[in-house]
Nanobody
């Protein structure tokens, strides 16, 4: 059974940084496009960033460009989300998603809280 596990969330002060990790097992992760989504309290889940299966293409939500960076380490079946200059409005549960053909997986999410 395929599984994605996010980690790296936590409490950070405004202006700080965090790096989230998404580790895969049981799926053809290296052949899968991967995306990060987030869901803030009382809001719908929104797309944050995506990376292609070979890591050559990345895309970001317009509002996050320049602060967030998605990358992947294919040998370790892991995708990262580097988040800089964090703002209180970045507070959310962050989810990892992988897609390949008709196969789609979601992680359980990791909480990021940006607060002084």
């Amino acid at each position: 059974q395929g599984q994605l596990v996010e980690s790296g969330g936590g409490l950070v002060q405004p202006g700080g940084s965090l790096t989230l990790s998404c580790a895969a097992s049981g799926i053809r992760f290296r052949l899968s496009a991967v995306a990060w989504y987030r869901q803030a309290p009382g809001k719908e889940r929104e797309w944050v960033a995506s990376i292609s299966s070979d890591g050559s293409h990345t895309s970001y939500a317009d509002s996050l460009k320049g602060r967030f960076t998605i990358s992947r380490e294919r040998a370790k079946y892991t995708v990262f989300l580097q988040m800089n200059s964090l703002k209180p409005e970045d507070t959310a549960v962050y989810y990892c998603n992988s897609k390949r053909l008709t196969y789609e997986f979601w992680g359980q999410g990791t909480q990021v809280t940006v607060s002084a």
